[in-house]
């Protein structure tokens, strides 16, 4: 473990959650290419190409709750298993419930759960656990965020190699540019709807993801 993951664990150990082992829960493990992480869904993958490894996506959801984790989880399933590396939870607004997670398929010793109050220990520890290499993927509710905390976290993502997950409600600001991919979710009767308002390197539209009817086990609690 690098330095900097290391003086997150030391110096936040009332607010960092550590997810435990819960044998009997396996899934298969899509990988990505260099540029792109498979969703494991056909519909996402066929709207988004996949999600930016390396980068930033922004995702606004018009209610919170909709679905907005349940879109990640396949890739997250597939990161816990294939590397040996954190899936890092930043001030999630409600606990991740392991029971859940273990279903779908993540392996809980790969979780670790953030709370730092300060806004600074917040922009802290989001810079140091993207570039410090040690985290596959950073889920995150940052703070407001200026051009340069936003430069300063894209290229920290890039150079850590990490798939970094913001979430905001509709309205709230947006990254000027910085992201490498930008979505919108509504709730809809066949799943989530899911507009893309900016991909790098690709054309904004519009889809429908079907969420599957069995997963009803809520993710957070």
Same mark, same amino acid.
């Given at each position: 473990?690098?330095?900097? =993951?290391?003086? =997150? ?9 550590? $997810? ?14 260099? &540029? ?10 066929? =709207? ?9 996506? %922004? ?15 396949? *890739? ?13 939870? @930043? ?8 029971? /859940?997670?273990?279903? /779908?398929?993540?392996?809980? %010793? ?14 802290? &520890? =989001? ?10 993927? *950073? ?9 340069? /905390? ?5 290229? &920290? ?13 509709? $309205?709230?600001?947006? $990254?000027?540019?910085? /992201? &490498? ?9 066949? $799943? @989530?709807? *899911?507009? *893309? ?10 889809? @429908? @993801?079907?969420?599957? %009817? ?8």
């Amino acid at each position: 473990m690098k330095p900097a =993951l290391e003086s =997150l664990l030391r110096e936040h150990p009332r607010s960092l959650w550590r $997810g435990l082992h819960s044998p009997g829960y396996e899934a298969t493990a899509r990988g990505g290419d260099s &540029a792109l992480l498979k969703t494991g869904q056909e519909e996402l993958d066929r =709207l988004l190409g996949g999600w930016p490894r390396g980068g930033i996506t %922004e995702i606004y959801s018009s209610t919170p709750g909709i679905g907005e984790l349940r879109l990640l989880l396949p *890739v997250l399933a597939s990161l816990s298993q294939q590397q040996k590396r954190w899936i890092l939870w @930043v001030t999630p607004p409600y606990l991740p419930y392991p029971p /859940a997670l273990a279903a /779908a398929g993540l392996r809980l %010793e790969r979780m670790l759960c953030l709370h730092p109050r300060q806004r600074q220990d917040r922009l802290w &520890a =989001l810079e140091s656990a993207l570039r410090s290499g040690t985290c596959s993927a *950073v889920l995150a509710w940052p703070p407001p965020l200026d051009t340069t /905390a936003w430069r300063r976290l894209q290229l &920290a993502a890039q150079a850590g190699d990490t798939a970094a997950f913001f979430f905001f409600n509709e $309205g709230e600001q947006q $990254g000027a540019g910085w /992201a &490498a991919l930008r979505l919108q979710l509504h709730p809809d009767r066949r $799943g @989530v709807a *899911v507009t *893309v308002q900016k991909r790098r390197g690709g054309m904004p539209g519009r889809g @429908v @993801v079907s969420l599957p %009817e069995g997963e009803q086990l809520p993710l957070a609690i």
